[in-house]
């Protein structure tokens, strides 16, 4: 992002903070309808993503899916940029709960709970739910380029009561959140849909063969607590719930039942949690692949092979 573009996006930022929220979504939306025309790089992965889940679908099909998948793509960033100006009533509202019970009794009897996520619906939005309803929320955050951008989504969450780990080279990130879990009564929410260090690893994945993090997993593992697979997604609200939420659009939070670490010695623990997180995430993809916002490279077909030697043991 260029320095013109960076200060674009923060003012865009600001002023989406002061507008009403119908007028951020319809910028929003023409700005999806505008990316998805141009065809650039990201839609065309999106694209190529999007095929896994509807393999044989038709070229208008997929056109059609990423068109979609964009428009979930920018609702994103737009409910982003306002999720400071919310009030929690407005947070609470736009939140509905898919199976709740087996992590809401192990965090009210003071337990720590690992979640495996990926880029799905509005995680900022369930974050912000979570740590109020849950428990506290300690994650990890991708470090962006450029750093303004970066701080400024590290300040939003922390803003929302989270606590936020910089993905960075020199910290000892794993270590950090071995202890906070260890320390109780914490939600440790990880995206994990795609490989962001090398040391990710390889699985079954809509039919085809991808790299993830081995975070959410490795977690679990290193300290016993619960590795719960969640899936995101936008849905329409109506009535009550709209008046109340403020918002034509609200969040489905779906949590699957806790994986199980299988035998064997710790790595292939890890694999098969991570495989059993990744199978439940496949099967929300291929039910209404549209929310899941990957324009990125995961699957090892598209990745640089030379990056794969590099990172093969």
């Not at 923060?10 to 929003?28: I, Q």
């Not at 999007?50 to 393999?55: D, E, F, K, M, N």
């Not at 590795?227 to 939420?245: F, K, M, S």
Request: net charge positive; charged share 25%.
């Amino acid at each position: 992002m260029t320095s013109g573009a960076t200060r674009l996006f923060l003012t865009a930022w600001t002023a989406a903070e002061k507008l009403p929220e119908g007028a951020v979504r319809g910028v929003m939306h023409v700005a999806a309808e505008l990316a998805w025309l141009r065809r650039g790089a990201g839609v065309r992965r999106l694209e190529d993503n999007l095929a896994r889940a509807r393999p044989g679908v038709s070229r208008t099909d997929l056109r059609r899916l990423s068109r979609r998948g964009m428009r979930t793509y920018l609702r994103y960033y737009g409910e982003a940029f306002r999720l400071g100006a919310l009030t929690p009533e407005q947070v609470t509202a736009r939140v509905r709960l898919e199976n709740p019970g087996f992590v809401t009794e192990q965090t009210r009897a003071g337990r720590s709970v690992v979640l495996a996520l990926a880029h799905q619906g509005n995680w900022d939005l369930a974050g912000a739910w979570a740590t109020t309803h849950l428990a506290p929320v300690t994650t990890v955050a991708e470090h962006l380029e450029p750093a303004e951008v970066f701080d400024r989504f590290v300040a939003l969450r922390e803003r929302l009561g989270m606590r936020i780990i910089p993905l960075d080279a020199d910290r000892r990130v794993f270590s950090d959140l071995v202890r906070t879990v260890r320390g109780g009564g914490a939600v440790i929410p990880l995206l994990a849909d795609r490989d962001l260090t090398a040391r990710g690893l390889e699985v079954a994945f809509l039919g085809e063969r991808a790299r993830v993090a081995a975070g959410p997993a490795a977690l679990a593992a290193a300290t016993g607590a619960p590795l719960v697979p969640v899936t995101l997604r936008h849905e329409r609200l109506h009535g009550a719930r709209r008046r109340a939420a403020g918002s034509r659009w609200g969040l489905l939070v779906r949590f699957h039942p806790p994986v199980t670490p299988g035998a064997g010695d710790r790595a292939a623990q890890v694999q098969h949690m991570t495989q059993q997180w990744v199978d439940a995430l496949a099967a929300d993809i291929v039910e209404d692949p549209t929310h899941w916002h990957m324009l990125q490279r995961v699957f090892v077909a598209d990745l640089d092979p030379d990056r794969l030697t590099r990172v093969s043991p």
